[in-house]
């Protein structure tokens, strides 16, 4: 890799840390911020599920722009949208404009991701392109780990600052994006295609593929794992009693997990155990999970419990997209493409049925994500198998 590509990775990395850090420092301050303004469970998941149906909408139309109109316009367009919905949270003084906020962050900083790895499609070579790939994903593993913490730090003095904060960061990397970042995609390769959208009938008709039962799961997993994102700071500071600042610190151990488990744990007991074993281990612990969660009220076991929580949620996901993709002709892109999709509508779901019954008692979703995930557990050992592929599925021919 040259020393411009190097540059242009970096600059890239920076914006994905800007957007992942200021999501990391939003979320533990989230709920208290709503309830400020009068807000309840309901309104915690359906502004959580406002962001993420845009995301889910929008997401593949910023794509395809971008092979018309080129990359760095596209971005730049994502950190307008990142850096204005941020500051429009921190300015909220209605419930209708954290809607309206919500709404703005998933239709137009939803651009930034996908672009970014277009970018790195574009720019960089074949044998340079994991690494490329690779350190964006680090970026945004770090956002995630700092920005909980941060956030629950500046959130600890006034709830508003870490939005300003996310705004401000956002502005930087506009700037930089316009004066430093040259396009990667010439005039002359861009495409004049149909801009694509989200297509409904082609998710439905993959749930009928052999792979079917793995995105049905994927659905599964993050519709009952959104039980425990969407509501926990509520939970927390309900039940619990806690700031901003110990939701924040726990919210580190969740991002730590995550990118420890993906890190160093999920290849080596993949190659021993293999995805099928993975799978069910994980849907019975993440089951499980939710339990002691539920029993855990000392600071010190809630960050234990919530740590082997989130590596059962990680070994799941990753080993669900690992299998799907060998277990299939199509490809890898389609595959992908296809499992983040289910997992984006699980990010819908979720987060809804969560807020409404929290609202009725604040166990409830700990419970129903419980019941949800062993639900995944029992399909899981009935038609996941390491195997012929024809046992992952219901829907093949008889």
Known sequence: MNTNTRTNVALLSFSLVVVTLGFGMIIPIFPFYIEKLGASGRDMGLLIATAALFEFLFAPLWGSISDRTGRKPILMIGMVGYGLSSLLFGLSTRLW?????????GLLSSATAATAMAYIGDSTSEEDRGSGIGMLGAAMGLGLIVGPGLGGWLGAASLATPFFASAGLALIALVLIFFLLPESLPAE???????????????????????GILLALLFLVSF???????????????????????????????????????????????????????????TLASSAGFL??????????????????????????????????RRTTRQQGIVMGLGNSFINLGRIVGPIWAGFIFDVNLNYPYLSGAAIMFVGFLTSLAWVSQGDPNNMTTNRED
């Not at 390769?189 to 052999?210: D, E, H, I, M």
């Not at 999920?266 to 074993?277: D, H, N, Q, S, Y």
């Not at 919530?306 to 080993?319: N, Q, V, Y």
């Open 224 to 282: 009952g794992l959104t039980n425990f994102e969407s509501v926990f700071g509520l939970y927390a500071a309900e039940e619990l009693g806690y700031g901003p600042d110990r939701v924040g610190m726990i919210l580190v151990v969740v991002g730590v997990a995550s990118t420890l488990g993906k890190a160093t744990l999920i290849g080596p007991l993949t190659r021993r155990w293999g995805e099928a074993v993975i799978i069910k281990a994980s």
């Open 292 to 325: 002691v969660l539920l029993l855990a009220h000392s600071y010190p076991t809630i960050l234990l419990a919530t740590g082997i929580f989130i590596l059962s949620k990680t070994f799941l996901r990753t080993a669900l997209l690992s299998l799907a993709s």
């Open 97 to 105: 404009m954290l809607y309206a906020s919500r709404a703005l962050s």
């Open 189 to 211: 390769t861009r495409t004049g295609g149909k801009v694509r959208t989200v297509q409904l009938t082609a998710l439905w008709r993959a749930l009928f593929s052999p792979i």
